[in-house]
């Protein structure tokens, strides 16, 4: 996406080059949001189509990724700098074969940009533990900068000219896009310092869409058109995996 001639994310854009984009892959999660979207990602079941499955069956156990990796030797390890309640995360993590789930209480402070402790920081104290701790590894990392209702972003991380829509949501939801771009350079840089870039997939989604209202502004920014049609399209999320 380009806005006023800008590149909204520009090393993502580049790193995509490389990696397989799938661009039909929608929005699946009810009234769960995330925690739908970690029950369709880390087990590949689909969410109940009402309440949350994290509170539904909270003594589940299941068979995912994280359970296969660790039966073949790989430390598994879940980060999210927030409350571990939130979602009931401190349950349903390790029921998805997690055998480390960190919370808000592990992460050394920093500037809360969104719900939390900001992309940049979060990614920086985790590329620390992967670089010093045990290998293989499977992590799933939650980051909180990118979140509704996106508002009061500061000024002075601000890399966009946006024009009109300055001070809007949709605005902040762009600044912060930008934001996570340069957070996601540094942790791809870090993995590389680390010597595990080469030995490392790489999987990036988008749990949900944004919560933003569908406007006619929105609309023609993403080009989908303002119908019935444009709002479906508008409901797929990015996937890509980099290996």
């Not at 349950?91 to 055998?99: C, E, I, S, V």
């Not at 540094?186 to 870039?197: H, T």
Request: proline fraction near 5%.
């Amino acid at each position: 996406l380009e806005v006023e001639g800008q590149e909204v994310t520009p090393f993502l854009n580049r790193w995509a080059a490389q990696a397989l984009l799938f661009r039909n892959t929608t929005d699946q999660t009810a009234q769960g949001r995330s925690s739908d979207a970690e029950l369709l990602t880390q087990v590949s079941l689909l969410p109940p189509p009402a309440g949350a499955a994290a509170f539904l069956y909270p003594n589940n156990r299941f068979t995912g990724l994280a359970s296969a990796l660790d039966e073949r030797g790989y430390t598994t390890v879940s980060a999210v700098a927030f409350d571990g309640a939130f979602w009931n995360r401190r349950r349903t993590h390790p029921a998805f074969g997690f055998t480390t789930s960190l919370f808000e209480e592990t992460f050394e402070e920093g500037e809360a940009l969104g719900w939390g402790l900001n992309d940049r920081d979060f990614f920086r104290q985790m590329v620390g533990r992967f670089a010093g701790g045990p290998q293989p590894f499977c992590a799933l990392l939650l980051t909180l900068s990118l979140h509704h209702p996106f508002e009061g972003f500061p000024d002075r991380l601000k890399e966009l000219e946006l024009g009109e829509l300055e001070g809007s949501p949709l605005g902040s939801y762009l600044h912060t896009m930008r934001f996570f771009d340069r957070a996601f350079a540094e942790l791809v840089a870090g993995l590389e310092a680390a010597g595990l870039a080469e030995r490392t997939v790489v999987v990036i989604w988008g749990d949900h869409d944004a919560g933003l209202e569908w406007s006619p502004r929105l609309a023609t920014l993403s080009g989908y058109g303002q119908g019935a049609a444009g709002w479906y399209l508008s409901q797929r999320v990015p996937l890509l995996i980099r290996v």
